[in-house]
């Protein structure tokens, strides 16, 4: 096998959630791009109809729109038969949806607004991965990948919720690399910094001088743009990273 086969994504199988926008938006067409077969799913049908329809137009890649919450734990079965009815197995999941509601102090906190973060962050990767592991394995392996933050490295006031589902996640990725590797499935971590997404747009519109101070966070002094992203997701897809499992990649622009 050339170095460049060991990239290969080419007729991989790779499920995308929260693939409507943002950085899932970027990976879905960057490993279209790259030959993947794509399932993009967000919570609006029409959404993920009309990005899968997008990414096929531009890319020629086989895609499939699927709605599907991740924060609804007794939806995803369903979800995971039919993905499966059309393409018959997954190679790759991008447990990328996430939420990260507006900041609160940690003494105004609810039950709810906690349960609510927690349900999409961290249950719903869970979920979602521990139905689709046992098919991977009959199927010979393969590997998933958890979109994590670097909020979830350390804590920071008035967004505990988010720190903590994300600093949970990280520990639940080395618990799933470590319980599913007999079964040839490999679990990663990616924790972005500041990416050009929607909610970076949203949080720089009510604070124009948000986005300077992201920008000069890090060493090469901007925002990164979510296609800048692909590269490592498709690294760790490939059989380029068949000796990585249990890590955390930070991608940050050096932070």
């Known amino acids: 096998m050339s170095d ?8 991989k199988v790779v499920v995308i959630t929260g693939a409507t926008k943002g950085l899932g938006r970027g990976f879905a067409f960057g490993l279209a791009r790259a030959g993947a077969r794509i399932v993009v799913s967000s919570r609006k049908q029409d959404l993920c109809d009309q990005v899968a329809a997008e990414i096929a137009d531009q890319t020629g890649s086989e895609t499939l729109g699927l709605v599907c919450h991740v924060g609804e734990w007794d939806k995803i079965p369903d979800f995971v038969d039919r993905l499966y009815d059309h393409f018959g197995r997954v190679d790759g999941l991008i447990n990328n949806a996430g939420i990260s509601p507006a900041f609160t102090d940690l003494v105004d906190m609810t039950e709810d ?4 973060v927690f349900s999409t962050n961290l249950k719903g990767p869970l979920r979602l991965s521990a139905l689709i592991a046992p098919r991977m394995r009959e199927s010979g392996g393969g590997s998933i990948i958890n979109i994590s933050s670097l909020g979830g490295n350390h804590g920071s006031p008035r967004n505990s919720h988010y720190s903590a589902s994300k600093s949970a996640l990280n520990r639940l990725t080395e618990s799933m690399a470590a319980e599913w590797a007999p079964w040839n499935i490999r679990v990663n971590t990616i924790s972005p910094g500041a990416f050009y997404t929607t909610l970076v747009e949203n949080s720089t519109r009510k604070n124009p001088g948000r986005l300077e101070m992201l920008s000069q966070g890090n ?4 925002i990164g743009d979510p296609d800048e992203a692909v590269g490592l997701a498709q690294f760790l897809l490939s ?3 068949a000796y990585v499992t249990g890590s955390n990649y930070e991608i940050s622009g050096g932070r």
Do not use: I
């Not at 607004?113 to 609510?116: A, E, G, I």
């Not at 060493?219 to 901007?222: C, S």
């Open 239 to 241: 059989d380029a990273s």
């Open 219 to 222: 060493l090469l002094k901007r």
């Open 4 to 11: 460049n086969d060991r990239f290969d994504v080419s007729n």
């Open 113 to 116: 607004y906690w349960d609510k």
